[in-house]
C-alpha cells in the first residue's frame, strides 16, 4: 500500500489505533502505539517521536531523541487486538540531522540492496528462509546466585508416555529426533500450525507449505521468496504472527537454536538468488547448472563464513546447535542435493528461475536485515573476485575419513570465536557503507558485554553434576 491507501483503509475499516514498529540490533520487535488520527499524510514524513536510550546497543541518554518514519509498504490489519490496529514497520532517524540512523538494522539491509544496484551485477536479491522452531506448553527457568535451572514441557514428548493425563494417556508420543512428517494424532500441531497459516496470509504473507519437524514440539512454516529487505520484514511478521497464535492457545513459542539437548535444532536455511532486468543470474552449465556467478558467489560466503556467522548464528545458544560430529552444517563446503554440506544447491527443479543456493547455517536467532544483507555481501565480494568455491562436496561429510574431514574447514565453534573472526575480516561488508566500521564493533561490543562475558560468570547445573563430589 502507498500513504493514501494507508489512510483510506484506516477510514474503510474503523482503525482505531496505529501501531509503530521497529527492530533494534538484536533483531527484537519494539512498538509504539498512537490513535489513528495522528496518523496524517505528513506524519509519514514528519515521523513520531521515541527515546532511543532504553533500546540495547543504540543511544546514550544524553542524546536519545529520535524519530520512527512509518513505511506505508508494510501496513497489515493486526489480528491480535480487540481494538481495530493497523501495525506498520518504521525506518529510524535522527532529529536533528535528518538523517538515517546508522544502527538501525532495516537500514542496513536498504544500503545493501543499494550496493548491489550500484555494483552492476544484479538489480534484485531474492531470499527464501527456512524458519524453524519449537512449541512448547510449558516453559520455567530461573537464573540467581543460588539457583540456575530450566525445565520445559510438551505434551507431544516422548517423556511422556509414562504420565497419568485427565482422560488417561493415549500414548502417540514423539520420542526424541522421531517427529519428522507423521500424521496426526502423532502430530499434535497440525491444526496449530494451520492457524498460523492462515493467521500469516491474513497479514500478507503467502505461505507455501507447513509440517512437523523433526524434534518434539518442533515445527516449519516456510513463506514464498521475496526481495532481501521485504523478505526481511516478512521475518519479522513471521515470529509475531507464530508467537501470538501459539499464546491464543495457551501455548509459547521459542525460535532458539537448540532449546532440548539429545534433539534437533532450529535452523533457518536460507536460500538466495540474483536478478537482473527480471532475468535469473544463478543458472548456467557448471556444477550443478549452476552460472559462473553462483559458483562465485558460493566462494564469497565460504571464503567469509567464520565472519558470517557473528550475523546468522549470533547467540551463545546458536552453537550448541553447531557442534561438529553431529547432523550440523558446520563444514563449509557446497554441494547438490547433499544436506550435510553447509551450502546446498536444490535440485527440486530444472527451470533456470528456481536455481538458487541455499545457506544451510544461519539460524532463526539471527537478526534477518543483517544476517541476509551480510551472506548477500560476502557473495557479491566473491563475484566480484572471481572466488574459487573449490571442488563440490558430493559425498555424507558426516561419514568422512577423520584425515580427510581435517582439509575441510568449519564454522567456529563459539560466539567468542565468530566474534573474532568479524574482528578479522569485514572489510567486504563496508562496501556501499552498508556496514559501517563503528556498526560492527558496537555489535561485538554488545555481543560481548551482553551474553560472551556474563556467561563466562555463571556456573551451570552440569558442571555441579560433573564436579560437585569430586
Not at 559462473?292 to 546468522?312: N, Q, R, S, V, W
Not at 536444490?346 to 539460524?363: C, I, N, Q, W
Not at 555481501?377 to 561419514?399: E, F, R, S, W
Request: glycine content about 6%; overall charge negative.
Amino acid at each position: 500500500m502507498n500513504v493514501n491507501e494507508v489512510l483510506e483503509l484506516i477510514k474503510e475499516q474503523n482503525i482505531k489505533i496505529v501501531d509503530l514498529r521497529f527492530t533494534d540490533m538484536l533483531g527484537t520487535w519494539h512498538h509504539t502505539s498512537v490513535p489513528a488520527i495522528r496518523l496524517t499524510e505528513d506524519a509519514f514524513t514528519d515521523g513520531f517521536g521515541i527515546d532511543g536510550s532504553s533500546i540495547k546497543g543504540w543511544r546514550a541518554i544524553d542524546s536519545s531523541d529520535m524519530l520512527i518514519m512509518p513505511d506505508p509498504e508494510s501496513a497489515f490489519l493486526d489480528p491480535f487486538y480487540d481494538t481495530p490496529t493497523i501495525s506498520m514497520i518504521c525506518d529510524i532517524y535522527d532529529p536533528i540531522t535528518g538523517t538515517p540512523y546508522s544502527r538501525n538494522p532495516r537500514y542496513i539491509a536498504q544500503k545493501a540492496l543499494a550496493y548491489l544496484k550500484s555494483t552492476g551485477l544484479a538489480d534484485t536479491c531474492y531470499i527464501g528462509p527456512e524458519l524453524e522452531f519449537i512449541v512448547m506448553d510449558n516453559v520455567q527457568y530461573a537464573v540467581t546466585p543460588q539457583n540456575q535451572f530450566y525445565t520445559v514441557d510438551i505434551h507431544e514428548a516422548g517423556w511422556n508416555s509414562g504420565r497419568e493425563e485427565i482422560g488417561g494417556n493415549i500414548a502417540g508420543k514423539i520420542e526424541l529426533k522421531g517427529g519428522y512428517f507423521p500424521v496426526p494424532p502423532v502430530d499434535s500441531l497440525q491444526d496449530l500450525r494451520s492457524e498460523m497459516v492462515v493467521n500469516l496470509m491474513e497479514i500478507g504473507l503467502p505461505v507455501e507449505c507447513h509440517h512437523h519437524e523433526v524434534a518434539v514440539g518442533q515445527c516449519e512454516i516456510d513463506i514464498r521468496f521475496d526481495t532481501l529487505l521485504k523478505q526481511a520484514d516478512n521475518v519479522m511478521k513471521y515470529k509475531y504472527v507464530v508467537r501470538n497464535t501459539a499464546a491464543q492457545n495457551g501455548k509459547v513459542v521459542t525460535f532458539m537454536p537448540k532449546p532440548l539437548f539429545g534433539d534437533s535444532g532450529n535452523g533457518m536455511h536460507t536460500h538466495i538468488s540474483l536478478w537482473k532486468e527480471g532475468k535469473p543470474l544463478f543458472a548456467g552449465n557448471d556444477y550443478a547448472g549452476l552460472s559462473d556467478m553462483a559458483l562465485y558467489f558460493i566462494g564469497g560466503i565460504l571464503k567469509h563464513a567464520k565472519a558470517l556467522a557473528a550475523f546468522t548464528n549470533p547467540t551463545l545458544n546458536s552453537y550448541r546447535r553447531l557442534i561438529p560430529g553431529y547432523e550440523a552444517p558446520v563444514n563449509l563446503a557446497y554441494s547438490s542435493r547433499n544436506r550435510s554440506a553447509s551450502i546446498r544447491i536444490p535440485m527440486y527443479s530444472a527451470s533456470p528461475k528456481a536455481k538458487r543456493v541455499e545457506v544451510r547455517f544461519p539460524d532463526p536467532m539471527a537478526n534477518p536485515y543483517m544476517s541476509f544483507s551480510a551472506i548477500m555481501m560476502a557473495g557479491i565480494d566473491g563475484v566480484l573476485n572471481k572466488i574459487d568455491p573449490g571442488p563440490a562436496m558430493d559425498k555424507n561429510l558426516y561419514d568422512l575419513d577423520p584425515i580427510e574431514l581435517a582439509d575441510v574447514p568449519q564454522l567456529p565453534g563459539s560466539l567468542e570465536e565468530a566474534m573474532t573472526a568479524l574482528e578479522n575480516d569485514y572489510s567486504f561488508l563496508l562496501k556501499g557503507d552498508t556496514f559501517t566500521e563503528e556498526f560492527i564493533f558496537a555489535w561485538i561490543e554488545l555481543k560481548r558485554t551482553l551474553e560472551i562475558e556474563p556467561e563466562r560468570l555463571k556456573p551451570t547445573p552440569f558442571e555441579y553434576q560433573l564436579y560437585f563430589n569430586q
